[in-house]
């Protein structure tokens, strides 16, 4: 077992799954000899080869759709969008194609993909570099939405998703890609694909998040343990269909809770939970949902980041916002 | 200035609107069994788009595209296709449906608006109806990529109309179909208008043909009413796709006969003389006359094949009307491979309001 | 003054505006001699020419681009997608551009530009003929979303849609577009485009929607007034920016609330209220906040679109179980 | 087969690698001022273009591209554009930018990511750079049909790269050019490489200027190494533009000599060779051999050229590196004419976080 980073536990799943399974390829913008523009890919053309590791054009809606009709005629394809801010030409594909497919044909065809992209604010990148879709692919019918926050869960969840009979968005928080190693063993098993991860327990609060914001829960609920508050944090990896018993349960206990996205606010998927436990545990809930997200502007260019960037601080404030209701 | 590249664009044609044949026939179409098949083909197809039609302003079908005046383009495409080759459709391919086996009641479900008419009983890997013009082209890489892939000698063949050759999707599959060289075979039926968009205001190019040198790969224009010449262009581009010589983009000329849907009123945009002079140029008067002259067609054939035809589409109309409306459930059941907990709920609510 | 439909008002707010502003121009498929497939553009080509009234070819992302740079340099496109389901391929310049061009340039250049597409089921239209996107476009930063749903407002709210200097969605119930007539003056006068319409008074419960809800919503206030329950009925037309002040100002009176859509549940424009009401208005409520929706599923084709669609009878099973929570 | 349409692309190019004329040069090259302020435009592109490397490599600026190698393209744009033209650019035309007005403070803004760096001072209504590539090709439509619309004779210039024309908006928007018969040029700055990706995988067209068959319009090639050849085919290009002749697609062949970005290691995907063999070609000392050979350009010019430039680059730098941050309300300050009541409460929570 190895300490890898989280863009190292793509590649370790993405390389074993295309050993195990020949109908697996992976497709996309510089994910050839390139490796990736973040080396996901890395190593994966000398292995398998050009044909199975596919260079394509310069153009996202083909990925999305070629991605589909591989799927149709059997194979596994992986594509990778280079950056989320230009998957957005992919959403008629997805919307209107590959959530669609099955229902349509009544379960003839199906579109056993996955559509991987790195996502998330935090690297200083250009404009269209930062920002985290998440919310748009949840509200999509036929669709399954990942989002992991660890080498381990990116490792499970990414061997998951190729292995699903449906059309899987696989979102990667670029922030994470490289900010901590944890050991991954390459076991070939795969994670369930709607379970919610409860990463640490308490009593106190619950912190429900996902991606780039889980390191930002645990540091936070570690600064609350310091106070004497216990904080259980939640990680959403598997967004829709979302598991939504494990919060419930959650704020069934602890009465409270903050839910973190970097996503601009409005119909972000932390309004869609914060809708739920109003409608499922208003008995329970001893103060308001606080949504800890981002504002509803354009993510900025990297001089101002940090500003746009919800974090550990936004979250200890709603926690204790949260702790003071009376 | 030196010249770096040439190009040109060829046109294929062997009957005139009256039969007769400009110029030696193809193999094919010295088999008279062969051009009869094509002719009872067409037959059917125009018996078919008659009685949705019917149905339709009775209120028992939905919004209904004719493909009436696409007869050859259908035929042509229906019968190069091999089984095992994959056919991507818009909704204006019912005729080429047909032939790959997808059943009439099964295409009346479609348009009576049952999900249950796109699970072909026949030709199981066909693709569905594409509605969103051209995003198909894209699917259709994806099919001959994985066909090219397994060395299987399989073509996926990508139909769409002369106003999805402006989409971007429809260029960026034509695009990668040249860079790898796949299998796959583009038809666009270019019958002149897309909705009230008449083709010279799709685009400022010639030809629609000549769209496939962007691509860097063959493009060729054939009579779209000449069902010889669609066969013939078709059975040559599926060869060389089988031989690994890649992909061509076939436009095929023919004209909308009729309304765009059973929505639209096209005598609000295009003249009658149009219309009128395009009726003389329609594919199934002209294979006739050709049968007729050559003795394997007569009168009394014809009747007989109208009455086949028209009971044939009579039955399968009777069997949609027949097929009782899905569950509710419906909506549920396919969505994906297993129900997910979190939509079982959902289910049971739907299943409460039936 | 004449009855009209609300197809036929959105035809005469484009006419009196492309009277009064040279500027303005119609774009999209049909929209010309056809008239557009609904007819909303009907005779502005014999009026304003072909010119100024564009048939464009078969390319959305194309309409939505041209629009941008036509209102970058001083136009004010008004731009039609021909049904809602093919505007997914405009996404990417409805968020990565239009919504955008003035903060990137810090207000140098501006995209003063109208999006128009009919949506929304209920009209046995074929696929991808019934959706209803609000809240995909509610979560772009940087434009408005306006969803009417009479005449009168369809006409006042397209004028200010116009007018506006950002870019608006502008979203057109087909069910409603000759559903009923309503007279209206053709004034020349806009709406404001931030601010709710309490269509009904009422003492009880808040019934909040939008678009072809919003009939439903009103039978719905009928049935529940003859059962002794009085209801108060806000038409939230323009969704983004949300005036939440009048929703919350309602709730405060009658301590319940239901939000409709006909749009999938997940992280739909309701739960984005609830979310709002369980945050800002939790010791006024008196029971959870009940979203009426649609279910997480594609929308199915006709002979099932009335199971899929929600209405009168669902809105009142909802306020009666709001009424019944103890 | 009949052949209904015949194409070819020309090649243009002026100057050999030496500097060497290839045939009679244009009119305007035969002024030597118009030459040298070319030359001095380029070398100030490549004095700026070090800079920001050297400003990110030492963590004060963000991710930068290089536009190493294409400077003859973005001076034969910049150059040939009248002022009140249109310049839709990429991240790698800095150059032409510069030439229209854009102060290299502002560049350096920008690639710090600063918003205000593209609140250009000079061309007001020029676009700010397109970082999701193509999509400008459709903004340009719609500012060419302004222009058109309201009678100016002003041109709309599109710049894109070689992996921009695998693109659905290239082409939609160049096809809409031709419908429309559009004021707008297309140029392409093939340099060869999309990141990783060489220009042979995105396209099976042996030549990108092709790709203007498909929309019916006017494509040629240039050498983009060859300022002369490029200005020379801008000049015509937007002549014929303004005069309603409509659009034309420039292809301008070069190659990047630097790696994509700043983020990048070209080193993993292409060869010493290649690199070694295009530095051969590259612009600058093709057009200071042909300067030096007419006498126009000597050593002691070419010395106080540099120091100029690196003085001025090197002024602006510290500008840009004196400029203090955006406060937090930038975020939103520009996003609506006037801020919405819903968001005056986000942007309050965002000054209480500064
Ligand atoms: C992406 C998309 N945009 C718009 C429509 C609406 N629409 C349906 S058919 C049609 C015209 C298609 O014309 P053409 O491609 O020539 O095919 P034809 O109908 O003539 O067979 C349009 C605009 C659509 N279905 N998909
Ligand atoms: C729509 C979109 N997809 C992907 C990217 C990521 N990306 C940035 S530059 C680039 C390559 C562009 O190549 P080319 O068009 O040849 O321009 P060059 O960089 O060579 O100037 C890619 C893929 C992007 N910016 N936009
Ligand atoms: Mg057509
Ligand atoms: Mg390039």
Redesign the pocket.
């Known amino acids: 077992m190895a300490q890898i980073t989280l863009v190292e536990a793509i590649n370790l799943a993405l390389k074993g799954e295309m050993e195990r399974d020949p109908g697996v390829v992976v497709l996309g913008e510089d994910v050839g000899v390139d490796g990736g523009v973040f080396r996901a890919t890395l190593g994966l053309t000398e292995r398998f080869g050009p044909e199975r590791v596919i260079d394509t054009p310069l153009a996202e809606a083909l990925i999305a759709g070629m991605a589909i009709g591989m799927s149709v005629e059997g194979l596994k394809p992986v594509a990778e969008i280079q950056f989320s801010g230009f998957a957005y030409t992919t959403i008629d594909q997805i919307l209107n194609h590959a959530g669609r497919m099955r229902h349509r044909t009544q379960g003839r065809l199906s579109c056993p993909m996955v559509l991987r992209m790195p996502c998330g604010a935090g690297i200083h990148a250009p404009e269209h570099h930062s920002e985290s879709p998440e919310a748009m692919y949840a509200h999509i019918p036929g669709i399954r939405v990942v989002y992991p926050s660890s080498p381990r869960r990116a490792y499970g969840l990414l061997l998951a998703a190729i292995r699903d009979p449906d059309p899987v968005v696989f979102l990667e928080p670029t922030r994470l890609y490289r900010l901590f190693k944890e050991e991954v063993a390459d076991s070939g098993e795969a994670m369930a694909l709607d379970a919610c991860f409860t990463l640490r327990e308490g009593s106190d609060v619950t912190l429900v998040g996902w991606g780039g914001m889980i390191p930002e829960a645990l540091a936070a609920a570690d600064e609350l343990a310091e106070q004497g508050v216990a904080a259980e944090v939640i990680d959403v990896a598997t967004l829709k269909p979302l598991d939504m018993e494990t919060i419930l349960g959650s704020v069934a206990k602890t009465g409270r809770c903050i839910v973190a996205t970097e996503a601009p606010r409005t119909c972000s998927f932390a309004s869609e939970i914060a809708a739920r436990l109003a409608e499922e545990a208003l008995l329970n809930l001893l103060a308001p949902v606080q949504r800890v997200t981002g504002y509803d502007v354009v993510v900025p260019l990297p001089r101002l980041e940090h500003h746009y960037q919800p974090g550990k601080a936004q979250i200890v404030a709603a926690v204790k916002k949260t702790l003071a209701f009376a | 200035m030196n010249i770096t590249a040439k190009f040109e664009v060829r046109y294929l044609q062997f009957l005139d609107p009256h039969g007769k044949a400009l110029q030696a026939l193809p193999g094919f179409a010295h088999d008279p069994r062969i051009l009869v098949s094509l002719y009872r083909w067409m037959a059917l197809m125009r018996a078919y788009d008659a009685k949705a039609i019917a149905l339709q302003r009775t209120g028992q079908l939905g919004t209904f ?1 004719s493909m009436l005046g696409n007869e050859a383009i259908e035929a042509g495409v229906g019968s190069a296709m091999a089984r095992d080759d994959v056919l991507l459709v ?1 909704y ?1 391919e019912n005729g080429a449906q047909l032939m790959r086996g997808v059943t009439l009641k099964e295409l009346f479900l479609y348009w009576g608006g049952d999900e249950r008419g796109s699970d072909y009983a026949g030709p199981r890997r066909d693709f569905p109806v594409c ?3 051209a995003a198909h082209a894209t699917h259709a890489v994806g099919v001959a990529y994985a066909m090219k892939l397994r060395r299987e000698p399989r073509v996926a063949v990508c139909a ?5 050759t402006s ?1 971007g999707d429809f260029y960026e599959g034509l695009n990668a179909a040249g860079v790898w060289k796949l299998p796959l075979v583009f038809v666009v ?1 270019n ?1 002149q ?3 009230s968009v008449p083709r010279a205001k799709q685009t400022a190019a010639h030809t629609l043909a000549q769209k496939a040198i962007a691509a860097g790969i063959e493009g060729l224009q054939v009579d779209g009413n000449d069902v010889i010449a669609v066969r013939h262009a078709m059975e040559q581009a599926l060869a060389k796709a089988r031989a690994g010589g890649g992909p061509t983009l076939i436009e095929a000329l023919a004209y ?1 006969l009729a309304d ?1 849907t059973t929505a639209d009123d096209a005598s609000r945009y295009r003249s009658p003389d149009e219309l009128a002079e395009a009726w003389k140029l329609e594919p199934l008067v002209r294979l006739r006359a050709h049968l007729m002259e050559s003795g394997a067609w007569d009168k009394s054939k014809e009747d007989a094949l109208l009455r086949e035809c028209n009971a044939q589409v009579q039955a399968a109309a009777q069997a949609y009307l027949d097929t009782p409306p899905p569950a509710a459930a419906q909506m549920f059941d396919h969505l994906y491979a297993q129900l997910p907990a979190a939509l079982a709920r959902q289910r049971a609510a739907a299943l409460g309001n039936e």
Chains 1, 3 share one sequence.
């Not at chain 2, 769409?160 to 999805?164: E, I, M, R, V």
Request: charged share 20%; no cysteine; glycine share 10%.
């Open positions: 595209a818009t204006r509605i969103t013009i769409l109309g002369d106003g999805a989409k039926a019958n208008w897309a909705i909308r765009h």
